[in-house]
């Protein structure tokens, strides 16, 4: 599903220097893997994942996601890939505050053209039934708990069915419980959509639910856990 | 959702920012359309006030004011000409009429105009109908009996049969101020309302000119007066030949052949050179439209510039879920294009009731039909416009263009 190679990303400061955040040699990622990308602030989890997404490119590597070539793509290509392939879920939900959670998600269906016109509202629809939204379609973000924003931003990332669902810090702004309901979703919805799960996380208790941990140290290259610090044994026994 | 949709959201959103930028680009609008309407309507109806006449004889001084007295019944006449000419003029056997026309006394402010029945025979072709049609009742067939131009009656409010005394000079008689002169012991009665004719015409009061003779046959006037014993403020002369015959009364007239104390001007060409003047004033009314056009197409760009800086994150989002830079280019181009289209439609609206609205104010003042079209100017105003608009809105969403999505993601 995933296949990283020799990926670098590098930085050039204001004073012109080089400064590499990220550097890894191998990585794959089965399809319909649950893997969790940790490792501490700086470590390069966001730039990992926005590689990944095509939101920025390497500075050398390849990346290759669903047998697509992304390292191969220009901006526009990347962009239909991303519409097509990838679901994210950003750690502020970032829902658009002008337009309903119905609209938040059918705006992120009309970027691709995966689901045809005619079904994007009943997709939509059926999604944020199926999250328990069913009474909120025409709320607008601030008229929503953050729970239920969180809800609705799941929704928008499995709303073109994406073969990759991706999500940055979902619980770094929720309580214990709340990030225990919204992992539960985000497995149960990668399970139903058959998509691969791609979490970045620094919380030991969110990593301790994945099949697959990847520990980044603050250098962004990939390590055994137990060589990153992360109490990662005793999170799993939480 | 459509980018249109989502465009037509976004300026939703922020109603109050997009409503003040349409007002402005309304009012932007409606001023320089405003000013086009109305400057061409003016002149249109000032040149459609003089169609009829192709020759106006008058005393000498201004060839305009002569014109802006007879055709526009504005201002004060010129002197009398020689009676003597319009007696020579009448043998003149390149002419079929010569009407005198005769001023210097009003009803309640409208002037009355002492004339001949051929008066109401000019037309402006020989095959058109008479540009004066009566209404109701008749015309005038003896002294004393008035027929009233048609916004002269609406606005007095007067009736078939009802009588009148017409008052010296140009100003009424004031409230408990009573004459006692041949004015107050020869009252007119209204014979006739003219049909309209969309011409200051519409505000005069036409008699028998004879009527004027009665009065002031013995009435001692101050130099200049134009009424007295067969005074003669103005000819009108209808030509056998057109234009030859017009042109060789002008000449005759002009070179002092036939008198010294006349002038005969074509009011189409005095016309022509007051428009120009007018002209000159809708020039400083244009460049101040156009600037405030220039000044909407700022607004437009400030909004937007704005909004787009507030929401930044919002485009950063759109992108990351997969929108090309070119989807978010268009995106405010929509948006831009929106607000102008509803600035231009508005201002449309806006420019044609304001137009319409003074047109009435001056109709009501001078009885000029001021003839609200749809001049050629307007489509290429209001494409303008919607171009400036767009323009306008280049810069914002080039910005939104360079947005870039790993930027504006992170949590503020």
Known sequence: ?238 | MSLLQVAFRNLLNRAVQSVLTIIVVAMAVGLALSVVLLSEGVQNGINRAAEPFDLIIGGKGSAQQLVINTVLLQGNPLQNVPFELYQKLQQDPGLTAVVPLGYGDNFRKHKIIGTKSQFFDFRNKPNDPAYFQVAQGRLFQKPFEAVIGSEAARQLGVQLGQSFQAEHGDEETLPGEEIHDEHSTNPYTVVGILKPTSSPADLGVYVDIESFWIIHAKVLNQPGDPTGPQAVTAILIKPKSFPNDIYRVQQQINSGRLTRDAQAVIPYNELYNLNQLVGQGQQILSFMAYLAIAMAAVTIFLSLYGAIVERRRDLAVMRALGAGRRRIFVLILYETGLVALLGVFFGAVVGHLSAWLISQVIRDANAIQVIIGVPLEEPLILGAVLLVGLVAGLLPAITAYRVEASRYLSPA
């Open chain 1, 1 to 238: 599903m995933i296949k990283l190679h020799n990926i670098e990303k590098i930085y050039t400061g204001p004073t012109h220097e080089q400064l590499k955040v990220l550097q890894i040699d191998r990585l794959d990622i089965a399809k319909g893997e649950k893997v969790a990308l940790a490792g501490p602030s700086g470590s390069g989890k966001t730039t990992l994942l926005n590689i990944i997404t095509g939101i920025s490119t390497a500075s050398q590597g390849e990346i290759w996601v669903n047998d697509e070539a992304v390292h191969t793509l220009d901006e526009r290509a990347r962009d239909e890939y991303r519409a097509r392939t990838v679901g994210i879920l950003f750690q502020t939900f970032n829902l658009l505050p002008g337009f309903t959670a119905l609209e938040n998600i059918t705006l992120a269906m009309s970027f691709s053209s995966k689901i045809p016109p005619k079904d994007r509202q009943k997709r939509a629809k059926d999604l944020l039934e199926q999250l328990g939204l069913g009474g909120r379609l025409h709320h607008r973000p601030r008229q929503l708990s953050s729970g239920q924003q969180q809800r609705v931003a799941l929704a928008r990332a499995l709303a073109n069915r994406p073969a990759l669902l991706i999500a940055d810090e979902p619980t770094a702004s929720v309580d214990f419980e709340s990030a225990r309901v919204i992992i539960e979703l985000l497995e149960t919805s990668s399970r139903e959509n058959e998509a691969t799960l791609l979490v970045a996380s620094h919380d030991p208790a969110v990593l301790n639910a994945f099949d697959r941990v990847i520990q980044l140290n603050h250098k962004g290259q990939m390590v055994k856990p137990d060589e990153a610090g992360l109490p990662l044994k005793e999170a799993k026994l939480s």
